[in-house]
Nanobody, 115 residues
Framework: QVQLVESGGGLVQPGGSLRLSCAAS????????MAWYRQAPGKQRDLVAS???????QYVDSVKGRFTISRDNSKNTVYLQMDSLKPEDTAVYYC?????????WGQGTQVTVSS
C-alpha cells in the first residue's frame, strides 16, 4: 500500500509563487516516475510535469519556464515549484507516482490564482 500526502496549495495573486510537496509512504522499494497533474473545473485531469528516477523531466508547454519539478529520493518526496502564476493555473493539483508499474495518487490540493 502506498499513501501520498500533498501540501502547499492555496490562494495567490497573479505573478506569485507556490511550492507543492507530495510525500509518499508505505510499502515502497523504489519509485519510478513521479508527476504532477491538475484538473480545472469542468475539465479533464492533465499532466503538468513529470520526473523519472534518473532525473529526466518533462513539462506541458503552458508551464515551461515557470514551473520546476524536483524530487528527493531519500524522502520519497516530489516537489513542484510554481512561479509567475497565472489565473489559468487555477486547478486542483494531484501528485502521482509509479511503483512496481502501478500508479498511486494523492488526494489533491487546491491552487487558486486570483487578485
Amino acid at each position: 500500500q502506498v499513501q501520498l500526502v500533498e501540501s502547499g496549495g492555496g490562494l495567490v495573486q497573479p505573478g506569485g509563487s507556490l511550492r507543492l510537496s507530495c510525500a509518499a509512504s508505505g510499502t515502497i522499494f523504489s519509485i519510478n516516475t513521479m508527476a504532477w497533474y491538475r484538473q480545472a473545473p469542468g475539465k479533464q485531469r492533465d499532466l503538468v510535469a513529470s520526473i523519472t528516477s534518473g532525473g529526466s523531466t518533462q513539462y506541458v508547454d503552458s508551464v515551461k519556464g515557470r514551473f520546476t519539478i524536483s524530487r528527493d529520493n531519500s524522502k520519497n518526496t516530489v516537489y513542484l515549484q510554481m512561479d509567475s502564476l497565472k489565473p489559468e493555473d487555477t486547478a486542483v493539483y494531484y501528485c502521482g507516482i509509479v511503483v512496481a508499474g502501478f500508479w498511486s495518487w494523492g488526494q489533491g490540493t487546491q491552487v487558486t490564482v486570483s487578485s
